[in-house]
Nanobody
Framework: VQVVESGGGLVQHGGSLRLSCATS????????MSWHRQAPGKEREMVAH????????MYADSVKGRFTISRDNRKNTVYLQMNNLNPEDTAVYYC?????????WGQGTQVTVSS
């Protein structure tokens, strides 16, 4: 199983980024996926979740209305569109494949929002 994030970077307050998470080694369309983030000195938190079909999503209150999770089951990829970013969104963002057992984490991608 491979879970590989990309798309992070440095962006100004109010800007946008789109993260991608490419996967392989499992039947992507069978499993829910989620995005999490961890800021320095803080615990990792879930920011968005999407079920296997893509028909249902969930968001942390802190990102509702600004972030959108989506997936392309033909490309085995999940996305996180992040708009109106603010410095509090600065963190390492991780993709998580919700397979049976402990699941699989990607290596993370850094998002830094300047004020």
């Amino acid at each position: 199983v491979q879970v590989v994030e990309s798309g992070g970077g440095l962006v100004q307050h109010g800007g946008s980024l789109r993260l991608s998470c490419a996967t392989s080694g499992f039947t992507f369309s069978n499993y829910a996926m989620s995005w999490h983030r961890q800021a320095p000195g803080k615990e990792r938190e879930m920011v968005a979740h999407i079920i296997n079909t893509g028909s249902k999503t969930m968001y942390a209150d802190s990102v509702k209305g600004r972030f959108t999770i989506s997936r392309d089951n033909r490309k085995n990829t999940v996305y996180l569109q992040m708009n109106n970013l603010n410095p509090e969104d600065t963190a390492v963002y991780y993709c998580f494949a919700r397979l049976p057992g402990p699941g699989y984490w990607g290596q993370g991608t850094q998002v830094t929002v300047s004020s």
